[in-house]
């Protein structure tokens, strides 16, 4: 008989995210549904504001991705009035997201995915020595795992499990025989775990030094950039350049060994294609390169489609061709409707309390408060992932470079007699390679960045600001903010009329990626990717967090829209059909 | 790069200090017998973990005096004189016996994400040795049914006992529907009022959990409010900003611990140590109002030079916050420093009050010439009069300068 599961709440994530799932007698999974549970209406917020403020705001809608949203939500006026900013501005801005990604991934890695493949608990039975000899196999300078470091480690963990509490780590799925690492391997992981628990404040810091504080920064406004005195003082550029240097060794010297490392004992899920889901690849793109006009500037992420995980072509990307659909979503709408459009009013329908004192999706009707994101009339997947695929179905030659060094490293580390197969990143265990390559790609393009950035400053350039007619320009205009964050393609519709904001959208990473089924019953990339896996113990959905944490989810991010006014809310009778 | 314990010991030990914290021998006396036997007490109860904190620090390669110098820190921002070292750095070692249930309402995690950059102390640290977290979504590695359960078991291990930090804000509307959380749907509101409780006390971390924030900002679609308009039968420690500055939540915390009371509130129900001076009254750029040396527009002369930025809508002179001192990230910089205005994240209101880019004058508050001070309590009154007077006379120039934006009502 077919077990249904309910996981909620999944922790390790920013935001709310519920999952339910089929589980038939071999527990495999047959369908699956995702679904968002909270809901604030920013975009409500937004109109009627002046558009020079949305960016303080929007980058509220998250605290983890903070960053993204302050600059796309900045940019998509900054295109409505046609504002081009200077090159100090540009590159600060990239330092400031290159710095958001190579934080976030690292905390992706270590705190919020880690735990999945991590069994903290089998690290106090390692042998240290043996794990340093274990370290070396990935690395030729391992960092951090000398034999005493190892002991000091295990013996403060064995103190604290002894004392009887785990705190944040207690109740967690330990000793799940799907937990593969020895015990010497854990220890290495565990190790590293706190040491980039330290580390990433000294990534947070590379954001403050041109933003002011982190997360939440606050240097960025329409026209470019605030910051010119950390701009001009050599000594903030050689702070940045330390703090990154010594992240980068992290990232080179931890994270992808340990990426290696775990990718040799789960290799088989990898590439048997566990998690692989709708094997469609969107990028907005991003990074400007040079200071060309709007959406005209090379990017380091080019911006593409891939459909069906064809690497031989990739489709233009389109913003037009971006389009919500409400069907399974808690909102009242005809057919779906591009962003510029978007005209929504929330429909709770509650959730369904059955015999066993659970409250269940009501699946076949309305079941998130995410949207669902449709484009070009397919479902489609964001992320490292995506910006991977695209990049090399693309061509491009610096993300093909990296990628290709990876997989060939990889099948030399696992002794597959060439490099691993490209297909194999159509995974779970993908996912989160296509994240390390990503962060290594990052953390190097970032040392020239900050170079360029010295030397046009140490040039006399100190232009931080494209002045403009505020009055003018913001009369009728629109304009959209498109790039990508960490997690991925992340874009701001903005409709402006007589100096206030008439309209606003956004259409975020996780909104793609977490988004329930759409008008033609399709689903969404996470409830795809969950189809089909294997779970080792139903009391344990350790697959399900695996999968589901592989895309990073951001869930507040994803839950924006509305168009209601507060008195509205009356006619809901939503008390009496739901679960409470 | 600025040491920010220094800054602080520096601040509040200076002659003509702006910040006046002597409040007699009698007071003092009182407050450390309190202390002490408050300590007493706390050694003698089971805690989570009895962990020597020294053990820890020596593994992390601290001293004891670096340890001393942390407490110096922390007793000087708890507005506390040099004579409670010792006593603030034994509460620091008793840290565990206060056990933390973290929740998370209508949020971004910003606050998390903020607490996780801690560095007084640092992250790892209060993880595993200093404060017993028992509970936080963003990091805990449980999930599902088991992490309802830990929740469960914390909430009666600790019943009366633990601290409740709260972050987001709780929706009304639609009967709380907006927000559900757990394999039974439980509205954010039910959510918070069972845990809350059971609780010793209740901490709302960042401007949502607090007034309300960016949720309840105009036209509130969700209803949206703080905690202190849910929980009613426990003290509520209100720690605004977006997001809240790590080191003001854990001088909450450590003040908890020394006491086992709420710390000197304002009437927003905020502490005095963190929200007792405005930005502007330890501002860098201050000496720049001072002398009317302004920004005019982003990246002009005035802004390669550091001016001030009150005619570019710095709301500095209305907010009370310890940012100008405490800063941000191991102080490596804050909004100012980084050549942006404050715009007013620790007071009410502020999303719909303060127009961020337009002066004061053109925002739809008051500079503080009448009701503000109330909220300075005991001191610097004066001060804060003769500022009126100076920021009356900027507004007034910015005005005729045509500076006016946002016309709303």
Known sequence: MSKHLIVDPITRIEGHLRIEAVIDDNNVITDAYASSTMFRGIETILKGRDPRDAGMLTMRICGVCTGTHYQRSIEAVEHAFDVTIPKNARLVRNLMQGALYIHDHVIHFYHLHGLDWVDITSALKADPKKAVEESFKWCKTPYGVGESELIQIQERLTKFVKEGRLGIFANAYWGNKNYKLSPEQNLIATAHYLQALDLQRDAAKLMAIFGGKMPHPQSIVVGGVTCVQDIQNPARIALFKTLLKKFNHFIKTAYLPDVYMAGSVYVSEALDGTGAGLKNY?????????????????????????????????????????????????????GPQHPFDGTTNPKYTGLEKKADGYAYLKTKEKYSWIKSPIYDNQRVEVGPLARMVVGVAAGDERITKYVTNFLATLGEKLGLGGPAPTAALFSTIGRTA??????????????????????????????????????????????YGLAEAPRGGLGHWVKIKDGKIENYQAVVPSTWNAAPRDNEGRMGAYEAALIGTKVADVNQPLEILRTIHSFDPCIACAVHIIDTKGKELGRFKVGTNCAI | MIDKREALVKLFSAKGARVDTNKGEEYYNNLQTLMENRLNELEKAEGAYKTNIHTILEANGLSRRDFMKWASAACAMLMLPASFVPTVARAAELMNRVPIIWLELQDC??????????????????????????????????????????????????????????????????????????????????????????????????????????????????????????????????????????????????????????????????????????????????????????????????????????????????????????RYNEAVNWPIGAGHGCIGCSEPDFWDKYATERPISASRIKAPTGGVESSVDEFGLGLLTAAAIGIGIHATASIVAGKKGDSNE
């Not at chain 1, 350039?461 to 913001?474: G, M, P, Q, Y």
Request: with cysteine; charged share 20%; proline share 5%.
């Open chain 1, 282 to 334: 969107l990028c907005y793109g991003d990074f400007k390169l040079d200071d060309t006009g709007f959406y005209q500037a090379a990017n380091l992420f080019p911006s593409g489609v891939v459909l069906n995980g064809d690497l031989s072509k990739v489709y233009p990307f389109d913003q037009s061709k971006v389009t919500e659909d409400v069907t399974h979503a808690w909102y009242e709408a005809s």
């Open chain 1, 434 to 479: 296509a994240r390390a390559i990503e962060t290594e790609l990052m953390g190097d393009v970032m040392v020239d960045w900050i170079d360029e950035l010295a030397a046009n400053a140490a040039s006399g350039d100190l232009h931080t600001w494209t002045k403009f007619d505020f009055n003018a320009v913001s009369k009728d205009a629109k304009g």
């Open chain 2, 109 to 326: 995690a910003g606050n998390t994400e903020a607490i996780l950059r801690s560095d007084a102390p640092t992250i790892d640290e209060l993880l595993l040795d200093i404060v017993s977290l028992e509970f936080n979504h963003t990091i805990q590695a449980a999930a599902g049914h088991e992490a309802e359960k830990h929740l469960d078991e914390a909430i009666e291990t600790f019943k009366g006992k633990f601290l409740c930090v709260v972050e987001g804000s709780i929706p009304r509307a639609m009967n709380g529907l907006y927000g559900t959380i757990g394999p039974h749907g439980e509205t954010f509101e039910e959510h918070l009022l069972r845990v809350s409780a059971k609780s010793a006390a209740v901490v709302a971390v960042g401007t949502c959990a607090t007034f309300g924030g960016v949720p309840a900002a105009s036209p509130n679609p969700t209803g949206a409010v703080g905690v202190q308009d849910i929980v009613k039968n426990k003290p509520v420690i209100n720690i605004p900003a977006c997001p809240a500055n790590p080191a003001n939540i854990t001088g909450t915390i450590l003040h908890f611990v020394l006491t086992g009371q709420v710390p000197a509130l304002d009437h927003l129900n905020r502490p005095k140590f963190a929200f007792g001076y405005r930005i502007h009254d330890n501002c860098e750029r201050r000496a720049h109002f001072d002398a009317g040396h302004f920004v005019e527009s982003w990246g002009d002369h005035g802004a390669k030079h550091n001016w001030c930025l009150y005619k570019m809508g710095c709301k500095g002179p209305m907010t009370f916050n310890n940012c100008s001192i405490v």
